[in-house]
């Protein structure tokens, strides 16, 4: 079984991914911490030391070798994952479940507000335009969200719940 979580950053896709993952007894992946640790540097760095294209296609590399080669997995996807070249495609092809875990405007704001210096997308914007900022990359990237074989309302659930709901879908 390979069930794959996206969304939006701050949408709860690591921190359900654990949680489904320990509960299924099946083995987690963040995919942003897996590529991390095979290039041996930040994210961030990647970005900034050898460009986006680089990273997207390096990105597209590991999700393929992971959906490949995993039996059984919970994958966490990066918030942009699904919108790069054919990924979103890949996982639909490669996974047993894809789930979006779609939270509005106003709680994503409510959850980035919390973690904005651990957001380098976020952590320069303004409270006052955070709203914009979400809405508009929202309105890029949900056609894509939307592919997963299941949308899950995640807006005023705990992780918890949002487990057991993934876990009636399975």
Same mark, same amino acid.
């Given at each position: 079984m390979k069930v794959v979580l996206l969304g939006y950053m701050a949408s709860g896709k690591s921190t359900v991914g654990r949680l489904l993952a320990r509960q299924?007894?099946?083995?987690?992946?963040d995919l942003d911490e897996y590529i991390e640790e095979h290039q041996k540097k930040s994210i961030k760095n990647i970005f900034s030391e050898k460009g986006e294209?680089?990273?997207r296609k390096l990105e597209h590399q590991i999700l393929? $070798?992971? =959906?490949? #080669? @995993?039996?059984?997995?919970?994958l966490?996807?990066?918030?942009g994952t699904p919108c790069y070249g054919n990924n979103m495609e890949t996982i639909l092809k490669e996974s047993d479940l894809s789930i979006y875990l779609n939270l509005s405007i106003p709680s994503l704001v $409510?959850? =980035?507000? #919390? @973690?904005?210096?651990?957001?380098?997308?976020?952590?320069?914007?303004?409270?006052?335009?955070?709203?914009?900022?979400?809405?508009?990359?929202?309105?890029?990237?949900?056609?894509?969200?939307?592919?997963?074989?299941h949308n899950l309302?995640?807006?005023?659930?705990?992780? @918890?719940?949002?487990?057991?709901?993934?876990?009636?879908?399975?």
């Open positions: 299924l007894g099946v083995e987690f992946i294209i680089f990273f393929s $070798e992971v =959906l490949d #080669k @995993e039996e059984s997995i919970v966490s996807t990066g918030g $409510e959850r =980035l507000s #919390k @973690e904005k210096e651990e957001r380098p997308l976020v952590k320069n914007i303004g409270e006052e335009e955070l709203p914009e900022f979400i809405g508009k990359h929202l309105f890029e990237r949900r056609p894509y969200y939307l592919q997963a074989k309302d995640c807006n005023g659930i705990d992780a @918890e719940t949002v487990v057991e709901k993934i876990k009636e879908l399975l």
